[in-house]
């Protein structure tokens, strides 16, 4: 099939870990024989807004790069404050355009059901099939906002096909589009890297002291991942064994200079380490070397982070946020029923002095890897290809 793929998100020359699991999942289809084409419209703000370092980052990526045998096209597009409709309108035109420019696509993947889904209107009357793939907080946020909520219910209408990393997702988009036609797409995991390892020896390489106890958080530091909240737990787990634990952090964020801050604050600075982005190949070394993943996340589809972990046999503590709970429900003292410090700091305690096992833990995922998604994902996509033609 020719799918063409309009996403609000995917790695770039400039910014090459951001939306990794997503590029993973469209080289996967290429490897399967189909043609992938991929728009990621970028903004950019009128002055002075534009001298802002978040749209001067922005500005420095390609505007059509290859990578990996996929074409991708970035059109700019104009970007307003508190104007969430009319940006995704612009964003969806653009991207659209770049798309239908070339060969036509027997099928459109908006990948990213917000801002992307908004061109299911125009694939619509184009002729063009189109699915909208949830992923997380781009349908979870925007159904609980009242005024975003009827355009995504709109644009799932108008693709009548769509997909979500998560059941919790699926139902979610279900209920808003008035109709079951959700399809579970869910996201695999790299078995083959994401495995059990010589703890001792990742110590070691990772410069961490054997003795030490560490917790791991791995994800953006930003206000839906709360990483203030992992600290907070950290610190409460840590009363009685301060001098023999290690937080750590991989990922970056606005609220990096906060954690910062808050650990020297409550005199733990030395406890606290923020690592910065790792490659997946650097990151499956830190699941190896730690002993909990902590995720403490408000929102979440189904997290890539906790199918790495537990690929790994590293036990998680996580809050009980979207798609978590379907990987971890049944695991002893995993989820959390609150987002209370407290109570993440006692499951940390208990989850480190009776550590499960790494082939439970592992047994968990063991049937997720990337070709099972994607046989489901391929089926789906040439269900609406043959509809279309239908229609």
Request: aromatic share 6%; with cysteine; glycine share 8%.
């Amino acid at each position: 099939m020719r799918i063409a793929v309009l996403t609000s998100l995917y790695p770039s020359a400039t910014r090459p870990h951001e939306g990794i699991f997503a590029e993973r999942r469209w080289q996967g289809m290429l490897a399967r024989g189909h043609s992938i084409r991929v728009a990621q419209p970028l903004p950019y703000a009128p002055f002075p807004l534009s001298l802002s370092a978040r749209y001067g980052e922005l500005a420095k990526s390609p505007e059509r790069e290859e990578r990996s045998g996929i074409v991708v096209l970035r059109p700019r597009y104009l970007h307003w404050p508190r104007a969430a409709r009319a940006n995704a309108q612009r964003f969806a035109a653009k991207g659209l355009a770049a798309l239908l420019s070339g060969e036509r696509p027997e099928v459109l993947v908006c990948d990213y059901a917000w801002p992307a889904g908004v061109a299911a209107h125009v694939a619509l009357r184009e002729r063009v099939p189109c699915v909208i793939s949830g992923r997380g907080s781009d349908v979870l946020q925007v159904a609980g906002e009242a005024g975003l909520a009827p355009e995504l219910a709109s644009a799932l209408q108008a693709a009548g096909h769509w997909c979500g990393v998560s059941r919790d997702l699926v139902d979610r988009m279900d209920e808003l589009a008035g109709a079951r036609h959700g399809v579970l797409v869910p996201n695999g995991v790299d078995l083959a890297l994401f495995a059990p390892r010589d703890r001792d020896a990742l110590r070691k390489e990772l410069g961490l002291d054997p003795a030490l106890a560490v917790v791991l958080v791995v994800g953006h530091l930003i206000e839906r991942k709360d990483p203030l909240l992992a600290l907070r737990a950290f610190l409460a787990w840590t009363k009685s064994t301060a001098p023999f634990a290690k937080l750590v952090f991989i990922g970056r964020g606005p609220l990096e200079d906060a954690v910062r801050a808050a650990a020297a604050a409550a005199g733990r600075a030395n406890a606290v380490l923020l690592a910065g982005e790792k490659p997946p190949s650097e990151l499956a070394k830190w699941y190896g070397a730690a002993d909990v993943l902590l995720l403490t996340s408000s929102r979440e589809g189904r997290p890539n982070v906790v199918l790495e972990a537990l690929a790994s046999g590293l036990p998680v503590v996580a809050t009980r946020a979207g798609g978590t709970a379907e990987l971890l429900e049944g695991l002893p003292h995993a989820l959390a029923s609150t987002r209370d410090a407290d109570e993440l700091g006692r499951l940390l305690a208990f989850v480190l002095r009776e550590r499960p096992s790494a082939d439970l833990l592992r047994a968990r995922v063991a049937e997720l890897s990337w070709n099972a998604g994607l046989a489901t994902l391929e089926r789906l996509l040439e269900s609406a290809a043959r509809a279309g033609v239908a229609a």
